[in-house]
């Protein structure tokens, strides 16, 4: 599974669905490739055992569908049903998808559950790990912290967090919005351990990850978005147009090999 | 209540090691008992009830039933949006334990009251909404209930002594019990007003005026045969609820009649009025808005009267 191989899948659903939210997906490529290609631990999407993945930021569903697409969980047919009348593939996740532990959509939501999850397999002490993305502006939410305060008192050491640190927003930069320069400094104040990583930098994700502690982890992701395609980096309206026929060829071509 | 709950919950985690108990930080005087036999299976979150909520859909997802534990407006209207997304949505037993039915924390003011809370949740299919008339039974009602694979709201009353004469402590999900037998008016009381209710029926038979009275505790699945059942034999009824007369007891009753096309004249008697931040305990906040016994003993006779 490589980021390219989710971008192609990302630019190809949104262009025959005439849907958007393109590059806050192209973002996180390298992070659900990480996931799902290295850190999940899971037989198959119904394994009792399997690690938990809470997509928090739900609108980057499609870089979620691209990866259960690869890791073969989804069939060619259900990917290609991504926004079709009746389909489980919306623009956010449901968890009536196998392989949707949580249905996501408005921010701040997923943390919570992720660290009740977490919490279950404290108590049953189990060696369960449980992930949870979320995005630099869904730290503006109040219960993020909420979550954070609890997993770092309680010292959640199974539950990490890679937040998408992609300095983009829906109406803007983050800068300008609500500073979240010192993502770093701020988690670790609620006992994490907090560690600043590319976001787009595959092994050095994993290797983070990886790592043993006693502490709630969260890597800060740092990442460009609408990472791969040249025209749509750092772009904020590429939050929500869809693509046209000249722009699809061009993205495809740029992430290799053309249509 | 506060005492059936915990000493009812202790008695259900001695058999099933999947409850977890979660507070907002509130509870002083009434927790501890689960605390100190459960301590690991009891959480105090902080004051974060979003947070808490989450944290209980997550424990649910996972094979816990987790009980959140918080004054009612604090564990509905706060968390309302996580509660629809996560144990609704998702259909997780979470239990939400809500302390303090309608004015019970008198002059603690708008902020504690809770007069909107089934309001908030009553719209929502796949929450069962449970406003019991006494401890005994909530007491029936937590038992019935523990295991259910819905969430459930309970809207407990501080009251630990009153008991509602004639229901013994019966509790049937989707059930009301009545208390006095269907006549010419009739008092359809939510959860704690039920003894209220008997009250009213009592000062007007004194009056030579009989006066039914059902005893509603299960909001959601609403009590729809049992309600219309004794209000077709009903002339007047009146709704009488501690809570705002939109969202509540009176509109479940309007919506059965007009949908039931029942032959009876409705009046909604609850709150109306935004609190107007002028303090005042229990009884004279139900004397404020008119459904105290005396207020609803003549507000019944006037209707009566207004109706001829």
């Given amino acids: ?156 050491s199974n539950l990490t967090v890679i937040v998408d640190w992609n300095g983009q927003q829906a109406l803007g930069k983050t800068s300008t919005i609500l500073n979240q320069l010192n993502l770093v400094e701020r988690w670790a104040a609620f006992g994490w351990d907090a560690v600043e990583v590319d976001g787009h930098d595959l092994a050095a994700l994993c290797s983070s990850a990886a790592k043993i502690g006693t502490k709630p982890k969260v890597l800060l992701a740092k990442t460009i978005f609408g990472k791969g395609v040249s025209f749509m980096e750092n772009q904020i309206k590429w939050h929500y147009l869809p693509l046209s026929e000249l722009d699809y060829h061009a993205a495809m071509e740029e992430l290799g090999g053309g249509v | 209540m506060r005492k059936a709950f915990v000493q009812t919950l202790i008695r259900l985690a001695r058999q099933d090691d999947r409850i977890i108990l979660l507070t907002g930080d509130l509870g002083f005087m009434a927790l501890e008992p689960f605390a100190d036999e459960f301590p690991k299976r009891f959480f105090n979150v902080g004051v974060a009830e979003q947070n808490m909520l989450g944290l209980a859909s997550g424990l649910a997802k996972d094979g816990y039933i987790p009980y959140v534990y918080s004054i009612a407006p604090f564990c509905v209207l706060r968390p309302l949006e996580f509660i629809r997304n996560g144990p609704i949505y998702h259909r997780l037993p979470v239990r939400i334990v809500g302390i303090g039915a309608g004015f019970d924390y008198g002059n603690n003011g708008l902020t504690h009251y809770g007069i909107d809370d089934i309001g908030s949740l009553r719209c929502q299919p796949g929450i069962h909404i449970i406003s019991p008339c006494d401890y005994q039974q909530a007491e029936t009602a937590f038992l019935r209930t523990w295991d259910i694979p819905e969430p459930v709201y309970y809207r407990l009353s501080k009251d630990d002594t009153t008991i509602v004469q004639g229901l013994d402590g019966r509790f049937v999900l989707g059930g009301a019990h009545v208390l006095r037998p269907p006549a010419q008016v009739g008092i359809l009381a939510l959860g704690t007003m039920s003894s209220d209710a008997l009250k009213i029926s009592d000062l007007l038979e004194q009056q030579q005026l009989s006066c039914g009275v059902v005893a509603v505790a299960s909001v959601s699945p609403p009590p729809v045969e049992d309600l219309t059942e004794f209000m077709c034999k009903t002339g007047t009824i009146f709704t009488l609820e501690n809570h705002y007369i939109t969202g509540g007891l009176g509109s479940l009753a309007a919506e059965i009649i007009a949908e039931k096309k029942l032959d009876c004249r409705l009046v909604r008697c609850g709150v109306e009025a935004l609190p107007n931040g002028r303090t005042g305990n229990t009884e004279s906040l139900h004397i404020k808005s008119g459904i105290d016994p005396h207020s609803m003993v003549k507000r019944i006779l006037q209707e009566l009267k207004s109706a001829t």
């Fill in chain 1, 1 to 156: 599974m490589t980021g390219k191989e989710i971008r192609r899948i990302v630019i190809e659903q949104s262009y025959r669905s005439h849907h958007g939210h393109i590059g806050c997906s192209l973002s996180i490529a390298e992070i659900v490739c990480a996931i799902y290609g290295t850190l999940l631990r899971a037989s198959g999407p119904k394994d009792s055992l399997r690690d938990y993945f809470v997509l928090s930021k739900g609108h980057a569903a499609l870089a979620l569908y691209a990866s259960l697409f690869l890791k073969g969980w989804l069939t060619r047919n259900q990917l290609n049903s991504y926004c079709d009348e009746n389909s489980l593939l919306g623009v956010h996740p449901e968890h009536e998808l196998s392989g949707v532990e949580w249905s996501t959509g408005s921010l701040g939501q997923g943390l919570p559950v992720a660290s009740g999850l977490a919490l279950a397999s404290h108590l049953k002490n189990n060696d369960r790990k449980v992930y949870a993305l979320l995005s630099d502006a869904e730290c503006n939410e109040g219960s993020v912290w909420e979550a954070a305060m609890f997993a770092g008192h309680h010292k959640l």
